[in-house]
Nanobody, 122 residues
Framework: QVQLIESGGGLVQTGDSLRLSCSSSGGLLSSWVVGWFRQAPGKEREFVAIRRWKGTSPKYADFVMGRSIISIENAKKTVTLQMNSVMAEDTAVYYC???????????????WGQGTQVTVSS
């Protein structure tokens, strides 16, 4: 059983940088994929960024391309999402997820954290 715990959310202002972390425990598989997803009020959960715990290049959603980095610290089993130049549209609950497929579809992920709220004020 894999457990994921997100941290780092909160209230930030437009243009600020934000760093979200996800610590993991349990039976992680290095071939699996870890990702960040988000869900805004009244909207479906959407992909933000994914990468394998080991190997392959990361994949980013268009709306964070060029201003976000997903990084992994394998020794600490931690995945981080750095977001720069945040906008009001980035307001959402951000989730960390783990699954077997290199997929941007939330339904392909088996394990989820509880989420962390990010609110961007203008």
């Amino acid at each position: 059983q894999v457990q994921l715990i997100e941290s780092g959310g909160g209230l930030v202002q437009t243009g600020d940088s934000l760093r979200l972390s996800c610590s993991s425990s349990g039976g992680l598989l290095s071939s699996w994929v870890v990702g960040w997803f988000r869900q805004a009020p009244g909207k479906e959960r959407e992909f933000v960024a994914i990468r394998r715990w080991k190997g392959t290049s990361p994949k980013y959603a268009d709306f964070v391309m060029g201003r976000s980095i997903i990084s992994i610290e394998n020794a600490k089993k931690t995945v981080t999402l750095q977001m720069n130049s945040v906008m009001a549209e980035d307001t959402a609950v951000y989730y960390c997820a783990d699954g077997p497929s290199y997929s941007i579809s939330p339904s392909d992920y088996k394990y989820w954290g509880q989420g962390t709220q990010v609110t961007v004020s203008s």
